[in-house]
Every structure is written in structure tokens, then in C-alpha cells.
């Protein structure tokens, strides 16, 4: 047994142990985990940290600034921020196999990292918020055969031609713990309570092709949702909500005319570690609420629907 102020004590020494006087770099999504894992390798080794943002044009509304406003200015750690959204699409460019997309991304994220080592001299280390559930969930399906379920963007070392190894300091730990941690780290209870996202981004959300102009309208969407859900005061009772964009188009009217547009399902979940999940049972008349606000403000999308599938049998993301 032992306490958040013990676990981070502990991980603090054997990152020392394991650092020495390296360099690391660190990729942030703007989720709580690499957010936790930067700022709990920062306390320490200090500036031997640098942190990588990696824009790949699949972020949420705001993303990259709230991330910036964060590390710059909250927390005064080193931090660059790649414009990498030409790059990633034109990989995504014709691919809509989400095995593809994620090893994709996965390969990407690491080039990007790779180059950015190279501007700062090399580093030694690379430092990813690698959770325990999503060591094994890439692992093999829990109880069952060896199978790949998904591969999770960041689980599965790196190149052998790159000369870093991996600081993974929160491998041990599960989502209610890194945010325990995040606590103790001195991150406040709105930045710790955020909804996971995953390092895939919104290319995991968009069925088939990957487009900047699909992810534009699901963003606008996503936002709307989000906007709604907080209004409502149900942000923390969820684990996890955002929109998917579907790409199937189906015949709507508007006014007096026909539309022909984009379906948008909306998600969320309750969960305590994500590896299982509960549909969260809306009231239908704050679904018919958000559903008339996406479909009237989002060019795009004229039809709405929601996702009323637990995990398992279904994933939480679509892909
Ligand atoms: P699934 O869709 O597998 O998701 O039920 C379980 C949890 O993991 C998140 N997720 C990811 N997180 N990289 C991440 O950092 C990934 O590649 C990835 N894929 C899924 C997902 O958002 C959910 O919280």
C-alpha cells in the first residue's frame, strides 16, 4: 500500500536513476496523461525536459493554445510547438483502414519527435503518458486470445535506428490514479477532470478518409456538444464524450429546401478505466437540443444521431 505523495517520490527517484544527466523529449496531446507525465518529469530533472506539441490538424476547437497557455505560462516548461497539419493529411491522404490511420500517426508522431530531437542536439530519452490499460489493450484482448484490438498511438518502442529509449513513468498506473497524481502534481481539478483524448485525434473519429475539411465540421460539432454538456452541468458525471463524423450522406429538408449532407453520431460513456464503458443516458430533450443546434450552425451536417452501444461489445472511439 501506498500513498500519491510515496508513488510520486518513488518516480521522481527512478526517472533521476534512469535520466541521469540525458536529455528528454516529451510529446504532449493535451490530454492529462502526458500532461502529468511532462510536468512529473520536469519536477525531476528541470529543464533537461523539453516538451514536444505536435499539431497534426486533428485536434479539438482551442486545443493548441490551451496547451500553450498551460506549459508557457503556468508551468514555465520548455515547450515546442510543431506545425505538422499539411504532413499528417498528406499521409492520411486515401487511407481509410483504421489499422492504417494509427500506425500512421503512430510513425508520424515518432518522425516529427525524431526531427525535433535533431534541432535540440539529440536527446536521449523520449518520454510518452503510456497508461496500464494502454499497455494491454494493445496487447491482447483481456481473458481472450492474442489479437490486436487497436494499436494504441503511442505502445510499441520505437525504431531501432533511433537512439532513445522510452521514460513511460505512469506504465503502472490507471486514469483515476494519474489524476491523483495530477493532484499532487498541483494540477487543479477542471485540468485533471478532462475527458480523455486520444493521440490519433479526430482521425479516429471520422470514418473512412480523413479530410481537413471533415475535420473542420466535426470540430465545429464536437465543440457544440462539449459547449452543451458543460451548460448542463454534466461534464464530470461523463468520462468521455465527443462527436464522430460519419461518411454517409442522407437527404434532409431545411426551410424549403433538400439537403444532402453528413451525419454526425454523438458519443459518451461512463467508465472508471475506459477498458469497460457505460452508454451516459441523456435526457432526450437535451439530446434534441444539441442535435438542432449541430444540425442549424454546422454546414455539413444535416442529420444527428446517438451512439447507444457500451463497451464491450463496442469500443469507446469508433475506431
Ligand atoms: P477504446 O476505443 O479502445 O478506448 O475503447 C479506450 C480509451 O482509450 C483511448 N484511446 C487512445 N488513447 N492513444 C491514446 O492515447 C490511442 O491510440 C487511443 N485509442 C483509444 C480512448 O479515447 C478511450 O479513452
Avoid at 535533431?118 to 497508461?131: C, E, N, P, Y
Wanted: aromatic share 8%; with cysteine; glycine share 10%.
Amino acid at each position: 500500500d501506498w500513498t500519491m505523495a510515496e508513488y510520486k517520490a518513488a518516480k521522481i527517484a527512478d526517472i533521476r536513476e534512469q535520466v541521469g544527466d540525458g536529455k528528454v523529449i516529451c510529446g504532449l496531446s493535451g490530454g492529462v496523461d502526458s500532461s502529468v507525465a511532462a510536468i512529473l518529469i520536469h519536477e525531476a530533472i528541470g529543464d533537461q525536459l523539453m516538451c514536444v506539441f505536435v499539431d497534426h490538424g486533428l485536434l479539438r476547437l482551442n486545443e493548441r493554445e490551451q496547451v500553450e497557455t498551460l506549459f508557457r505560462d503556468h508551468y514555465n516548461i520548455p515547450l515546442v510547438v510543431v506545425d505538422a497539419e499539411e504532413r499528417f493529411m498528406a499521409g492520411l491522404d486515401g487511407v481509410s483502414d483504421p489499422e492504417k490511420k494509427r500506425k500512421f500517426i503512430g510513425g508520424e508522431f515518432i518522425e516529427v519527435f525524431d526531427e525535433e530531437a535533431a534541432r535540440i542536439g539529440g536527446a536521449d530519452f523520449l518520454a510518452q503518458g503510456t497508461l496500464y490499460p494502454d499497455v494491454i489493450e494493445s496487447v491482447s484482448f483481456t481473458g481472450g486470445p492474442s489479437v490486436t484490438i487497436k494499436s494504441h498511438h503511442n505502445v510499441g518502442g520505437l525504431p531501432e535506428r533511433m537512439n532513445m529509449q522510452l521514460v513511460e513513468p505512469l506504465r503502472e498506473l490507471f486514469k483515476d490514479e494519474v489524476r491523483d497524481l495530477g493532484r499532487e502534481l498541483g494540477l487543479n481539478d477542471q485540468f485533471v477532470g478532462r475527458h480523455p483524448f486520444p493521440g490519433p485525434g479526430l482521425a479516429i473519429r471520422i470514418p473512412g478518409e480523413v479530410t481537413k475539411e471533415r475535420c473542420d465540421i466535426l470540430r465545429k460539432a464536437d465543440a457544440i456538444y462539449l459547449e452543451e454538456i458543460r451548460n448542463a452541468g454534466l461534464y464530470d458525471a461523463i468520462w468521455q464524450a465527443f462527436a464522430v463524423l460519419l461518411p454517409v450522406k442522407t437527404v434532409g429538408v431545411m426551410g424549403d429546401s433538400r439537403t444532402y449532407d453528413n451525419v454526425c453520431g454523438l458519443r459518451a460513456v461512463t467508465s472508471t478505466d475506459g477498458m469497460t464503458a457505460d452508454v451516459y443516458p441523456f435526457d432526450a430533450s437535451f439530446l434534441t437540443r444539441v442535435s438542432t443546434r449541430i444540425v442549424n450552425e454546422v454546414k455539413g451536417i444535416n442529420r444527428v444521431v446517438y451512439d447507444y452501444t457500451s463497451k464491450p461489445p463496442g469500443t469507446i472511439e469508433w475506431e
